[in-house]
């Protein structure tokens, strides 16, 4: 079971490959099992809750099994999870061991609950998980840790400096992908820091990765790499899906900087009006928080107003968390529950509206097909609008030329052209 962002998601499905070639049979799916492996998340304390009662919902299809903590929860908090029947409590690092951790308890018999294996945090990418790729979109894990110690982030303190792939290994990996896969996704801690021989090599990493002939998408980016001859050089890409999830976190300048975020809006804007000059089509997404310590009534209608300027496709809307251990932690008293919910609240109206209005502005798209939902084939097309289409051929797994209809749903309706 995991909770979290893609990185957990890509690490889980690792652990799952190791398992199988084991023999164990394997699912994420809740449902009944003899072992459970919970891959939890750390980022926000509600997080951390729903890592907890986890256990409980495993314990319900089965009182009697074997249960494995793994992941930033327990790395940040190990007694949480301490006096509740755990088999194995274990970190962010090495969670390809938990593959051996199982065989060890299950052959052990005196081995007893509440093991613990807490590796220290690497220096160096752990280069030994591989996914087991089985869908049509396959995530490809670039880097982890992060350097940047944004004031309300404990992820750096949780999963260790920034530390990148090999590149030969990536092209490995993508070189074993399966015909069915039609687009890869780059993920990672910070995507943006991605090094080769110390210095920036996402574009060079993202050429290479161009030859194959699959769509490339980036899960997430930082302004901080965003030059006119990076994204010249994303423009010059055959496959590169013009998709940004570019995180703001705040449209005021003096929340940004107790953020210890290292822009102001104005930089900012100027890297949305870059996007814009080389993809006049790019879906632009974001994040934002709402409730910051210091974030007086002024600050945040600054925010809204300047997401309102930049026009994004979506946001991300989270509501402050507070971290122990983190600077944000100790500038303020916390803003309370009712105004971080009003601030929330008139986010996604917001969000809301700017994603209707991207989606009119999009006459036609390609969409990969993922599922069948209903009546509807459904997938993303390549600025990241999700698109439901009706016809009579299958068309799953399928890259079509549609035209984008009016906002249905979560998305859009759209009318197949033709199977690409």
Known sequence: ?????????????????????????????????????????????????????????????????????????????????????????????????????????????????????????????????????TRIRAYIKIQDGCNNFCSYCIIPYLRGRSRSRPIFSIINEVSALSDDVKEIVLTGINVTDYKIDGKDGLLTLLQELDTFGKRIRLSSIEKSIMSEEFVRGLANLSNFCPHFHLSVQSGCDKTLQDMNRHYTTSEFYKTVLLLRKYFPRAGITTDVIVGFPTESEEDFLQTYNFIQKCQFANLHVFQYSNREGTVASKLYKDISPAIKHERSEKLLTLSNELHQDFIKANRFGKVLVEEKVDDYFVGFSENYIKCYIQSKENLEGKIVKVKIGKPFRDAAKAKLIKIL
Do not use: H, W
């Open 1 to 133: 079971m995991t909770l979290g962002c893609k990185v957990n998601k890509y690490e889980s499905d690792a652990l799952r490959y190791n398992l199988e070639l084991k023999g164990y049979q394997t699912t994420d799916q809740l449902e009944r099992a003899d072992i459970y492996v919970i891959n939890t998340c750390a980022v926000t304390k509600e997080a951390e809750k729903k890592s907890r009662q986890m256990i409980a919902r495993c314990r319900k299809f089965n009182a009697n099994a074997k249960i494995f903590v793994c992941g930033c929860a327990s790395q940040n908090n190990i007694s949480q999870f301490k006096d509740k029947g755990i088999c194995c409590i274990s970190g962010s690092a090495g969670k390809i061991k938990i593959a051996n951790y199982i065989d060890q308890i299950l052959n052990d018999q005196n081995v007893n609950d509440n093991l613990v294996k807490m590796d220290d945090l690497p220096t160096r990418y752990e280069d030994d998980l591989l996914a087991k790729q």
